[in-house]
């Protein structure tokens, strides 16, 4: 409702220069009070803000900037399992030894886990795991622990599968997909 507001009232200040350059008052039309079909428009299709109950409205989404999970039966080629990207959007690559490459958001205090130990699970068993809330993602798939106390993506590699997880208080499930479908794209999954 405020951007419909907003949006009206930044249509009518842009009004204002119009008349202004009229040589006069008798020169230039009568206002219509009424709204013309593009101010209809507007007021129709413009979004409303969704209230999460709180009486606060929801924060905007951030938008991702790839196009999405990779194409149907692509996977991270083993080299790059071993090898991963050093950066990954607003992500940096950790130093630090283990099975575990932790990545961290350039600003904020945001950790994601990218495990490099290849699973030799079927994927479709594992992502039954994550039903809940569960996304197309990468190569695979992103959704929650039963116990919603885990982000969880399991992504198609070469030689398996390889889990990706982050921490819900940090990161919204949305943010981690992208993360991942980033993170698949520059990894050369095919």
């Known amino acids: 409702m405020r ?6 009232s930044a249509l009518a200040l842009s009004t204002l220069p119009l008349a ?33 109950g709180g009486g ?9 900037t790839v196009g999405g999970p990779a194409a149907e039966n692509a996977v991270i080629p083993a080299e790059a399992v071993a090898d991963p990207p050093q950066e990954v959007g607003e992500f940096s690559l950790m130093d630090g030894s283990g099975p575990a ?11 994601i886990s990218v495990d490099s130990t290849v699973l030799s699970s079927e994927y479709e068993t594992l992502a039954e ?32 599968v390889i889990t990706v997880t982050a921490i819900p208080e940090e990161i919204s499930l949305e943010d981690t997909v992208a993360f991942v479908d980033q993170y698949a794209e520059q990894a050369g999954a095919a």
């Open 101 to 111: 490459h932790m990545y961290s958001h350039a600003e904020e205090s945001i950790l």
């Open 56 to 64: 606060e409205p929801a924060a905007e989404e951030p938008e991702a």
């Open 129 to 160: 795991e994550i039903a809940t809330d569960n996304a197309p993602a990468g190569t695979g798939s992103c959704g929650t622990n039963e116990s919603g106390s885990s982000i969880v993506c399991y992504q198609r590699t070469e030689d398996g």
């Open 20 to 52: 202004a350059c009229g040589g006069g008052a008798e020169d230039a039309p009568a206002q219509d009070p009424a709204p013309t079909a593009a101010e209809d428009t507007v007021r129709e299709d413009a979004p409303e803000e969704v209230s999460d």
């Open 3 to 8: 951007k419909t507001a907003l949006l009206l």
